[in-house]
């Protein structure tokens, strides 16, 4: 099977003036749910885990039930690797649709070489593998590119477990960016700083970070370029600058001005430039998303009494309420398919996690939390990470859309809050 070359892309996002703070490893995943259909696979350990610094197929595994779509069958008693040719009736009795097996080997220049082989059970079809040849600081990209490689052999859609989320914390009185994997680990601080650090944003090509700032006193909006830990300044207009929303083309920028009185919503240039102001309200606009095509930006209103989600066409003119369950409803999130939009709803003294099927505009709370916030989907539209309290603990989750399937991203410490799914990262 041919290597496949793995670029280090979990480098610090080190920024001027900041702080830069250890990686750190924020977050255990605990998975819990049963969903109606999974299908079962059994994750047999990878030849020579014992000596790796990383456990490979425990990786994997977690991945693939994170995702809700794959329940583990046991699998340890086996002694297999990729070569290996396994007796699929034996795991057909074992009611396995599908086995992974593989090695992992140190080589003598200190690298790690990672390979492995899928087997259909059911039809007894060799699916193919793929070998790695990489750093021990890559060995946690490899396992997530493996479970990518399963995910879309199994159910033809492309896996998200090598992208990577973006959060902030706030510890003490000091706040701070991060960059992490999909299922939380291998976080790189890319800013600290004594003010307050929200609304992080990936653009489309998973390149670039826009957020807010306040390190000058007020609301100020960056865009940070991940590769090279260069920033710019995109507005710093008289006022609140904040909310920053990408277009799905990545060229635009809609942001909250309230240089003109008021809090408006206005699009800008990418790399900076006049802002033009989308239309005219006599209330509170703000929390603007992209739809998946472009065309419109979803927004959160007063302009009714009381918060709302709304829709506008990105060229400007009359507003479109969307939502009409509840009072107050914030924080919208659009699916990369154009099919959910998810958001915040106040329900008696709390706040729940909400999906609305935008095509039928059926509605459904998810949750059993009472404090989420910031709900963000994945590249491939199948989870949403959000942020939330359990037990009196600040987490990151990620759910199914249906709600049967969570995975608490539990933080160490801190307040936890304003996750963002970074978008597929380029091969």
């Given at each position: 099977m041919?290597?496949?070359?793995?670029s280090?892309r979990?480098?610090t996002l080190?920024?001027?003036?900041s702080?830069?703070?250890?990686?750190?490893a924020q977050?255990?995943?605990e998975?819990t749910?049963v969903?109606?259909t999974?299908l079962?696979?059994?994750?047999a350990?990878f030849?020579?885990e014992g000596?790796?610094?990383?456990?490979?197929s425990?990786?994997v595994q977690?991945?693939?039930?994170?995702s809700g779509?794959f329940v583990?069958?046991?699998?340890?008693?086996q002694s297999?690797d990729?070569?290996s040719?396994?007796d699929?009736?034996?795991?057909?009795?074992?009611?396995?649709?599908a086995l992974?097996?593989?090695s992992?080997?140190r080589?003598?220049?200190?690298?790690?070489?990672?390979r492995f082989?899928?087997?259909?059970?059911v039809r007894?079809?060799?699916?193919?593998?793929?070998?790695f040849?990489?750093?021990q600081?890559?060995?946690?990209?490899?396992a997530?590119?493996i479970?990518?490689?399963?995910?879309e052999?199994l159910?033809?859609e492309?896996?998200?477990?090598?992208?990577?989320?973006?959060?902030?914390t706030?510890?003490?009185?000091?706040?701070s960016?991060w960059?992490?994997?999909?299922?939380?680990?291998?976080?790189?601080?890319?800013?600290?700083?004594?003010?307050?650090?929200?609304?992080?944003a990936?653009?489309p090509?998973?390149?670039q970070?826009a957020?807010?700032?306040?390190?000058?006193?007020?609301?100020v909006?960056?865009?940070?370029?991940?590769a090279?830990?260069?920033?710019r300044?995109?507005?710093n207009?008289?006022g609140?600058?904040?909310?920053?929303a990408w277009?799905?083309?990545g060229r635009t920028l809609a942001?909250t001005l309230?240089?003109d009185?008021?809090s408006?919503?206005?699009?800008i240039?990418?790399?900076?430039?006049?802002?033009r102001?989308l239309?005219q309200?006599?209330?509170?606009?703000?929390?603007?998303?992209?739809s998946?095509?472009?065309r419109?930006?979803?927004?959160?209103s007063d302009?009714?009494?009381?918060?709302?989600?709304y829709?506008?066409?990105t060229?400007?003119?009359?507003a479109?309420?969307?939502?009409?369950?509840?009072?107050?409803?914030?924080s919208?999130a659009?699916?990369p398919?154009?099919q959910?939009?998810?958001y915040?709803?106040?329900?008696g003294?709390?706040?729940?996690?909400h999906v609305?099927d935008?095509?039928?505009g059926t509605?459904?709370a998810?949750?059993d939390t009472?404090?989420d916030e910031s709900?963000s989907?994945?590249p491939n539209?199948?989870l949403?990470?959000y942020?939330t309290?359990q037990q009196?603990r600040d987490?990151?989750m990620?759910?199914?859309l249906?709600?049967k399937i969570k995975?608490?991203l539990?933080?160490?410490?801190?307040?936890?809050?304003?996750?963002d799914?970074?978008?597929?990262?380029k091969?």
């Amino acid at each position: 099977m041919p290597a496949v070359r793995l670029s280090r892309r979990g480098a610090t996002l080190a920024l001027a003036g900041s702080c830069a703070l250890p990686a750190l490893a924020q977050f255990r995943v605990e998975i819990t749910g049963v969903g109606l259909t999974q299908l079962p696979i059994a994750l047999a350990p990878f030849r020579g885990e014992g000596q790796s610094p990383q456990k490979i197929s425990a990786i994997v595994q977690a991945d693939l039930e994170r995702s809700g779509r794959f329940v583990g069958i046991p699998a340890s008693d086996q002694s297999l690797d990729e070569s290996s040719r396994p007796d699929l009736g034996l795991w057909r009795q074992r009611n396995a649709d599908a086995l992974t097996s593989g090695s992992i080997t140190r080589l003598a220049d200190g690298r790690y070489d990672v390979r492995f082989r899928l087997w259909d059970v059911v039809r007894a079809q060799d699916l193919g593998g793929q070998g790695f040849v990489v750093t021990q600081a890559d060995l946690r990209l490899v396992a997530h590119r493996i479970a990518d490689y399963i995910y879309e052999k199994l159910t033809g859609e492309r896996g998200i477990f090598s992208t990577r989320l973006s959060y902030v914390t706030k510890v003490g009185s000091r706040y701070s960016l991060w960059v992490a994997d999909a299922d939380g680990e291998n976080a790189q601080s890319a800013l600290s700083s004594p003010e307050p650090i929200i609304s992080p944003a990936w653009s489309p090509s998973g390149g670039q970070l826009a957020y807010v700032s306040f390190e000058s006193r007020k609301p100020v909006v960056y865009v940070h370029e991940v590769a090279t830990g260069r920033r710019r300044l995109i507005a710093n207009f008289r006022g609140s600058n904040s909310a920053p929303a990408w277009s799905p083309d990545g060229r635009t920028l809609a942001v909250t001005l309230s240089r003109d009185g008021g809090s408006q919503l206005y699009t800008i240039d990418a790399n900076g430039g006049e802002p033009r102001r989308l239309m005219q309200s006599s209330g509170i606009d703000t929390e603007p998303a992209f739809s998946s095509d472009g065309r419109s930006i979803y927004f959160v209103s007063d302009r009714g009494g009381s918060p709302q989600i709304y829709r506008v066409s990105t060229s400007g003119g009359g507003a479109e309420r969307v939502t009409f369950q509840g009072s107050y409803n914030i924080s919208p999130a659009i699916s990369p398919d154009g099919q959910w939009l998810a958001y915040i709803s106040r329900v008696g003294s709390g706040y729940k996690l909400h999906v609305m099927d935008l095509k039928a505009g059926t509605v459904a709370a998810i949750t059993d939390t009472v404090a989420d916030e910031s709900p963000s989907f994945a590249p491939n539209s199948r989870l949403i990470v959000y942020a939330t309290q359990q037990q009196g603990r600040d987490a990151l989750m990620t759910t199914t859309l249906d709600g049967k399937i969570k995975a608490r991203l539990a933080g160490q410490s801190g307040d936890i809050r304003e996750p963002d799914w970074g978008p597929y990262q380029k091969q």
